[in-house]
């Protein structure tokens, strides 16, 4: 297993357009995070997933944005309608379970520049 | 709110010299989580030490060390022999044991380390 992939790594995209990213977690790995982090700050926390099921959405999530993680395996988050403040790097991260028990991985992220 | 403090935005080192972040939290939890994770320069973040708060042993990791000081709420990075690789982000966090309610990591604002030849 090579980890926690991302992709696309880099999306300019107009405002207004609407984007997808994708994260692969590490196989086997039940939890699926979501984190974004604008330059000069730590990662800020979106939403999770334990398998398929979307368990939490923090209020940085507007109702521009949807994660999906079908089937437990690979995640999508989109954003519509985009902006420039959606500008920012999207972290996805995937761990065994819950709590710092197990070890969260963190991909190398999406930056995303809304022009 | 459970919150995590980095007050130092930047930092330098001398290579092979001894540097020490600092880090505070905030929180009501009793049996909760701190790390240390690195980020490099465009290259993902990695896990660099983990404390267990029930744990009063500071944990160490080859040249990594924490001064873990539950009271105080404080949980501060020492790097030994610094290297040039050395050089990243450091970002403190947190977690509660059982993931809370969300069971997302916290993480403070980041010191940036610069280790110089």
């Known amino acids: 297993d090579t980890g926690v992939s991302q992709d696309p790594r880099h999306k300019i995209t107009k405002r207004g357009q609407n984007v997808t990213f994708r994260c692969d977690p590490i196989?086997?790995?039940?939890?699926l995070y979501w984190y974004r982090q604008t330059l000069g700050q730590g990662p800020e926390f979106l939403t999770y997933?334990?398998?398929?099921?979307?368990?939490?959405k923090s209020r940085l999530l507007s109702d521009r944005f949807s994660a999906e993680r079908p089937k437990g395996s690979f995640s999508t988050l989109e954003i519509q309608r985009t902006e420039q403040g959606d500008s920012a790097m999207y972290l996805c991260a995937s761990s065994l379970s819950a709590g710092g028990l197990d070890e969260q991985f963190f991909g190398p992220g999406t930056r995303l520049t809304v022009l | 709110a459970q919150t995590v403090t980095q007050s130092q935005p930047e930092m330098s080192v001398q290579e092979a010299e001894t540097v020490t972040l600092s880090c505070t939290y905030d929180?009501?939890?009793?049996?909760?989580?701190l790390f240390w994770y690195k980020q490099p320069p465009s290259r993902q973040m990695i896990l660099v030490i983990r404390q267990e708060a029930y744990k009063q042993q500071n944990a160490t990791e080859n040249r990594f060390s924490v001064n873990f000081q539950k009271a105080a709420k404080s949980f501060s990075l020492k790097i030994s022999d610094s290297q040039l690789g050395d050089t990243a982000m450091y970002f403190c966090?947190?977690?509660?044991?059982?993931?809370?309610?969300?069971?997302?990591?916290?993480f403070g604002k980041g010191t940036k380390l610069s280790v110089k030849p």
């Open positions: 966090a947190f977690i509660d044991h059982y993931g809370g309610s969300q069971g997302n990591l916290i």
């Open positions: 196989s086997e790995h039940n939890r």
């Open positions: 929180t009501s939890e009793n049996n909760y989580y």
């Open positions: 997933f334990q398998n398929e099921a979307q368990l939490e």
